[in-house]
Structure formats: C-alpha cells, structure tokens
T-cell receptor, first 113, second 114 residues
Framework: DTGVSQNPRHKITKRGQNVTFRCDPI?????LYWYRQTLGQGPEFLTY????????KSRLLSDRFSAERPKGSFSTLEIQRTEQGDSAMYLC???????????FGPGTRLTVT | DQQVKQNSPSLSVQEGRISILNCDYT??????FLWYKKYPAEGPTFLIS?????DKNEDGRFTVFLNKSAKHLSLHIVPSQPGDSAVYFC?????????????FGTGTSLTVIP
C-alpha cells in the first residue's frame, strides 16, 4: 500500500491557462474526495466520487472546475481559465467505506500568476 | 459560513504535559466528528473519530470528548511528545444532511517543547 499520490506536487501557471491535476487513491478504496485548502484555512470540500460516479459537488465549485474518475481508479481535477483566486493547495483523499476516515495525499500546490 | 471553528490558532505545551485542543461547531445536525494531524508538506493524517452517540473515545495517548449540548469537542493528548508538534484539524459531518461532505476547522498549530 503506497498511499494516496498526487501529481504534480507543484504547478505554476499564468492566469487564463488550463491546469489538470491527477490523484491516485489507495487501490482498494472506492471513495475519492477532492478538497481545496488556502493559507490559514482547513480543507474545503470540492467533490466526491464513489467508484466512477461523481455523487456530490460543492455549491462553491465554479463551472470552471471539472473532475473525473474514469473506471473508478485515478481521478483528475481540471481548472479552466485559471484565476489568481484559484491559487491554493488541492488535496485528494480516499476511503474504503462510508464516513470512514479519509487518507489524504500530499496535495498539489497551484500558483496562478 | 464557518460551521466548524477552532478558535486557538496555536498552542504550546511542555513535553510530558497534557495538550488540549478545542473545536466548536454550529450545526446541531452534525453527528460524526474526526481529528486529523498535519505535518508540513504532507496531507492530513487521521487520528481519532467519535460518533454523537458517544461522549468519549480513547485511542492510546489520544482521547476525544464530545459535549453535544455545548456543540464542543476537544482532543486530549497525554503525555505530549515533541513528535506531536503539528497542525490539528477537527472535522464534522452528518450523513443525512451533508452527505459525504466533511467540514473542517481552520486548525490549531501545536508545539510540544522538549
């Protein structure tokens, strides 16, 4: 068990560009979560997958954000037309049961210049 | 609005003493609570959880207390060790209302002084 991995670890992009992050959950975990964390704040829920189905999305999630989990394995989070306010740490977590503890990856730090 | 609050941004404790981290919540429908620990450059790591049907849960040096009437929970670490120095987040959820959404507090940075 290698844990949850995220790539890239750091991404610097210019405003208006599109970016895509990848998350590889723990292999036997069918539940996958994306969070965003800004400085001085706790993780903020973005979206949730059970297998390949995206079951929940935060009301705060802009239309510029889209997430996928094809085949119920890895997941991608894409941000289109990035804005400076998108600068944050993007965390992925996985779990093997409902309301079970989540195992977090190290995160992808996005900086939009 | 911040439904889970950790009002102490930082806490310093001597090694061997008790660390008490506090968390308050506003949504009385929350029925499941967790504590996570986070080291720099790593994702949060699960520590301990408690369901609203209990008022205490213990795991080794870590104990979580839940006071539903006060909408307050606390994490006790006894004895504190230098390796416990990290940021601690509490999180809350309610399956019937928030589904799989967990609401996190802003974190408390604990420093254990050797």
């Amino acid at each position: 068990d290698t844990g949850v991995s995220q790539n890239p670890r750091h991404k610097i992009t210019k405003r208006g560009q599109n970016v895509t992050f990848r998350c590889d959950p723990i292999s036997e975990h069918n539940r996958l979560y994306w969070y965003r964390q800004t400085l001085g704040q706790g993780p903020e829920f973005l979206t949730y997958f059970q297998n390949e189905a995206q079951l929940e999305k935060s009301r705060l999630l802009s239309d510029r954000f889209s997430a996928e989990r094809p085949k119920g394995s890895f997941s991608t989070l894409e941000i289109q037309r990035t804005e400076q306010g998108d600068s944050a740490m993007y965390l992925c977590a996985s779990s093997d049961r409902e309301r079970g503890e989540q195992y977090f990856g190290p995160g992808t730090r996005l900086t939009v210049t | 609005d911040q439904q889970v609050k950790q009002n102490s941004p930082s806490l310093s404790v001597q090694e061997g003493r008790i660390s008490i981290l506090n968390c308050d919540y506003t949504n009385s429908m929350f029925d499941y609570f967790l504590w996570y620990k986070k080291y720099p450059a790593e994702g949060p790591t699960f520590l301990i959880s408690i369901s609203s049907i209990k008022d205490k849960n213990e795991d080794g040096r870590f104990t979580v207390f839940l006071n539903k009437s006060a909408k307050h929970l606390s994490l006790h670490i006894v004895p504190s060790q230098p390796g416990d120095s990290a940021v601690y987040f509490c999180a809350a959820s309610n399956w019937g209302v928030t589904g799989n959404q967990f609401y996190f507090g802003t974190g408390t940075s604990l420093t254990v002084i050797p």
